[in-house]
T-cell receptor, first 115, second 112 residues
């Protein structure tokens, strides 16, 4: 079964600084990868996804992620964060060879942007 | 705006007292999902409906049931809530099993 590891439970960063949130998944089989953001008391919103093609994926709000198959990683990056980026970020994976888009989530990383 | 709505947003129940959580959608998506998210943990899929076909995850406790009376609505029934069932319950929908999943705001369940 798939599993997802988000290496940092919390990441504090100053406003306008770059940030990277790390995500590793367990299996080297064909996968689909996702990053979701969750603001307080809200549901999950899709930031970006990798299904196939270019390994560098651009998403909403200036975020991007790079799929690295050899390292089974899908790290999320933003070159300059804003206060409004403070939220919890979840990495998720689904097995592309298994019927149904069953998402397996990581435990989440809380991004705290300080002024 | 098309959306996924969950009611109530906060639910308090007593140990062993049945509770029902509600999800509705205006997206006309044919797949609906229920996830359980315990404090500081990842969301975990409980089950999903593909149209009227119910798909239970192997490790979902029997205490959890679901109903989907029509395309728009899906209910999560917890027959005898225990303290360990306190969590955020997230509903999601997608167009087809490979479509993007759209999440509702969640219902936070407290068990006293």
């Amino acid at each position: 079964a798939q599993s997802v590891t988000q290496l940092d439970s919390q990441v504090p960063v100053f406003e306008e600084a770059p940030v990277e949130l790390r995500c590793n998944y367990s299996s080297s089989v064909s996968v689909y990868l996702f990053w979701y953001v969750q603001y307080p008391n809200q549901g999950l919103q899709l930031l970006l996804k990798y299904l196939s093609g270019s390994t560098l994926v651009k998403g909403i709000n200036g975020f991007e992620a790079e799929f690295n198959k050899s390292q089974t990683s899908f790290h999320l990056r933003k070159p300059s964060v804003h206060i409004s980026d403070t939220a919890e970020y979840f990495c998720a994976v689904s097995d592309a060879e298994e019927y149904g888009n069953k998402l397996v989530f990581g435990a989440g990383t809380i991004l705290r942007v300080k002024s | 705006d098309a959306m996924v709505i969950q009611n109530p947003r906060y639910q308090v129940t007593q140990f062993g007292k049945p509770v029902t959580l509600s999800c509705s959608q205006t997206l006309n998506h044919n797949v609906m999902y229920w996830y359980q998210q315990k404090s500081s943990q990842a969301p975990k899929l409980l089950f999903h409906y593909y149209d009227k076909d119910f798909n239970n995850e192997a490790d979902t406790p029997d205490n959890f049931q679901s109903r989907r009376p029509n395309t728009s609505f899906c209910f999560l029934d917890i027959r005898s809530p225990g303290l360990g069932d306190a969590a955020m319950y997230l509903c999601a929908t997608s167009r087809g099993v490979w479509g993007e999943q759209f999440f509702g705001p969640g219902t936070r369940l407290t068990v006293l």
